[in-house]
């Protein structure tokens, strides 16, 4: 971070030309404009180091289910929202059952009752389930006797219930009309523009298929998007065709150079794979979603071509099988920055394998302090002790990247800052802190969302930290960072956000 910063003064073309104190700037510098901070404080532009971009753009377009308490509030807002935007189908995103009375999964029952006729698909905040409606049911041809590799149907008396997870969602979403350009172009602009808010100047979609990329590309080439991104490809024949077989894309604003890939489910749904079975479902030990044979498979076309590969894993059975097939093809002393994506839950005789391949942890610390409340009745006391645990990820190779998962939490960085650093929610639950052998000092937290998030990517000669010769992507703040109180430090506003030297958010005095 720095003070009193001339911002004119040391960027030009996008770029930062020198850094220095006010007067050293001053003194070799000309500008026709100079931005004095009169004491505020610059950081560099945050990084979030995986999320999904696009989806919270397009999740714009639908119900924001995200804090209800219950499902008769959540078909309340279903209604509202039908009754404001129209549509042939009702979509929504964010309800969590555990932030209910009674943490159960609902059934379709509800939703029936008040829209029979239309079909409805609500996914889950971390999008790994989807509540559904019998007549979305219906329209996909889903029944108790229906399979899926890699997810599941459940069943309430014999009969769907109405809860899918995994790749079951698929069966009904591939049903949903898509959204036309414009509603698309119209929702990733909202979201560029929250993201400028919070002090994101830079992002890592988790995940997208070649016509979403080639779509941002074209806003680029056209002006009309300023955001960085960073677009992981998902793993179709397209992408290993138009992406991956061409090796790494590395430009200002759009970088596309890593392969996402899946190896379980999430755990506020049951669908992480665990190595035993869940403490709270005794005969349910989550799912593989992508068989080994198929992920070591597109590893090692990934590795052919020089791009990076990140893999969602949650449970410690799914980070097992993943740090296996990595350290298969990386071999020690690599430099591939071959990713583990979330981390959640590691077996203690993993945590190694990190250190010895050069794997990079990639954390949502948000997730732990959203988790903590219920985690241990699912994993078990035992495993706890490998969940969560920032501080020992970090000491296996010395850094990692934090972000946010945003939509399944908030978009705002000083969100997983203050988690990282604190492990408490915003109310100050728990008093003395969830976990607090895990948290990260408040430096190593600023890092993980700026220059190791950068590093990740391989994109730490162009941002990450405020220096000559990168871009002039910077946030600022009226309070440091590094000295608020530990409980202020989520609250703190964002007063500007630059990219590349232009003004793309102003609070105002």
């Known amino acids: 971070r720095q003070r009193q910063m001339c911002i004119r003064d040391s960027v030009k073309d996008g770029r930062i030309i020198d850094v220095g104190t006010t007067k050293e700037i001053r003194e070799k510098y000309l ?79 509800m939703l029936d009752a008040h829209f029979p006729e239309i079909p409805v698909l609500l996914r889950r905040v971390d999008g790994h389930a989807a509540w559904v409606n019998t007549k979305a049911l ?69 995940g997208l298929p070649a016509s979403t990329i080639r779509l941002i590309d074209s806003l680029y080439s056209a002006g009309d998007l300023k955001i960085r991104i960073n677009a992981w490809v998902s793993a179709t024949e397209e992408n290993f065709r138009e992406f991956v077989e061409k090796g790494p894309r590395l430009t200002d604003h759009l970088t596309v150079n890593t392969l996402k890939l899946f190896a379980d489910g999430a755990l506020g749904s049951r669908g992480a794979r665990m190595t035993e079975p869940y403490a709270d479902d005794p005969g349910n030990s989550g799912l593989f979603v992508t068989p080994e044979e198929v992920l070591e498979q597109y590893c090692r076309i990934a590795y052919k071509h020089k791009f990076a590969v990140a893999t969602h894993c949650i449970g410690d059975a799914a980070n ?29 005789d993993d945590f190694h394998l990190f250190g010895k391949y050069n794997i990079t942890p990639s954390v949502q610390p948000t997730h732990a302090t959203s988790d903590m409340y219920w985690a241990e009745q699912r994993l078990g006391t035992e495993r706890m002790e490998g969940a ?23 978009i705002n960085p000083l969100y997983g800052f203050y988690a990282a650093v604190e492990r408490k929610d915003h109310t100050g639950y728990p008093g003395g802190g969830f976990m607090t052998e895990q948290a990260l000092t408040r430096e190593e937290a600023l890092r993980a ?61």
């Not at 560099?44 to 999320?51: Q, R, T, V």
């Not at 069966?171 to 919070?198: K, M, T, W, Y």
């Not at 190791?452 to 871009?471: D, P, T």
């Not at 430090?489 to 590349?500: C, D, E, H, Q």
């Open 31 to 109: 500008a026709p404009r100079v931005v004095d901070l009169q004491g505020d404080f610059v950081y560099p532009g945050w990084i979030d180091a995986h999320c999904h971009f696009f989806g919270y753009g397009m999740n714009l377009n639908s119900a924001d289910l995200v804090g209800t308490a219950s499902v008769e509030e959540i078909t309340g807002i279903l209604k509202e929202h039908h009754d404001t935007f129209g549509g042939s189908w009702i979509t929504g995103r964010g309800w969590d059952q555990n932030d209910w009375d009674v943490a159960e999964f609902p059934d379709r029952t």
């Open 449 to 509: 969302m700026t220059i190791w998030a950068a590093r990740a990517g391989f994109e730490e000669h162009l941002k990450g930290s405020i220096e000559k010769g990168k871009l002039a992507d910077l946030v600022i703040t009226g309070t440091d960072l590094m000295t608020a109180p530990g409980s202020e430090l989520f609250r703190i506003p964002v007063k500007a956000t630059y990219s590349g030297g232009e003004l793309v958010h102003w609070a105002g005095k």
């Open 138 to 206: 219906e329209m996909a041809g889903i029944t108790a006797e229906t399979k899926v590799e890699g997810g599941s149907v459940l069943l309430k008396e014999g009969s769907p219930s109405g809860i899918l997870i995994d790749n079951a969602i698929d069966l009904v979403d591939r049903l949903v009309p898509p959204h036309s350009g414009e509603e698309i172009i119209q929702a990733l602009h909202r979201a560029e523009e929250n993201c400028f808010r919070v002090g994101l100047t830079s992002v890592n979609d988790a």
């Open 388 to 410: 969560y645990a920032y501080r020992r990820l970090l000491d296996e190779n010395g850094w990692l990247a934090a972000g946010s998962d945003f939509p399944v939490e908030d």
């Open 320 to 348: 097992r099988r993943m740090l296996e097939i990595y350290g298969r093809i990386l071999k020690p002393g690599n430099d591939r920055r071959w990713r583990i994506e979330h981390a959640q839950v590691i077996h203690p």
